[in-house]
């Protein structure tokens, strides 16, 4: 090959490497820009408390659920503290979902506190449906390694449909924007939640 055919082609290849890259990128950049997108538009098209721009939906796999308990801790000169509680678990036995309504003595107000797998798209926080009432958020406050916390001030009228209700439907948002779903069930919750605790923890302080 002469010198100049050889410079030739040195530039053709040279200049067609950088196309030939973008276009083998082109899929991956392509997938990774509409997730971008449809991450975008949840956060920007939609106020905070309402819809994310879902993707489809998909019911959790299966959960089994234990019973509803009401644990209360004692302190000397401090209000008690008293815990109704629920915790599923998947068939593997590794936790799924644990939701704690925490009620302190003397004060009117309740916390809801859910404890969920990581994995989630934490924008869109959880949502609690009572039978057929008006559904309610709660947002994260924070993740850990294994696990993602959800919590706010508990609403007088989701604590009172609780006690009255017979499932309530818990929907989160995985990082696909897909919802995902479990039932939980209520038929148990208003006597435990109103009745005594099951287990009461007292703890005495050395002076």
């Not at 538009?41 to 234990?66: F, H, L, M, T």
């Not at 008690?80 to 004060?107: H, M, N, P, W, Y």
């Not at 604590?159 to 499932?167: A, N």
């Amino acid at each position: 090959m002469a010198e100049a055919d050889f410079r030739i082609c040195r530039r053709l290849l040279h200049s067609s490497l950088p196309i030939a890259l973008a276009m083998s990128l082109q899929p991956d950049f392509a997938r990774g820009q509409q997730l971008a997108q449809a991450a975008g538009a949840a956060s920007a098209e939609k106020p905070a408390g309402q819809e994310s721009a879902q993707r489809g939906q998909r019911v959790a796999r299966d959960i089994k659920y234990g019973d509803w308990r009401k644990v209360c801790f004692k302190v000397p000169a401090t209000p008690t503290v008293c815990r109704t509680t629920i915790s599923g678990t998947f068939e593997t036995g590794q936790s799924a979902v644990r939701i704690d309504l925490i009620e302190k003595q003397g004060e009117a107000a309740a916390r809801l506190q859910l404890f969920l797998p990581v994995g989630l798209y934490l924008q869109a926080g959880a949502k609690l449906t009572v039978d057929q009432a008006a559904p309610h958020r709660v947002p994260y406050v924070w993740c850990l390694t294994n696990t993602c916390i959800a919590g706010d001030r508990a609403d007088a009228g989701l604590v009172k449909d609780m006690d009255g209700g017979r499932t309530l439907l818990l929907e989160v948002v995985d990082t696909s924007l897909l919802t995902v779903s479990t039932t939980l069930p209520l038929d148990q919750f208003g006597k435990v939640h109103n009745g005594p605790p099951s287990q009461t923890f007292e703890q005495s302080v050395d002076e």
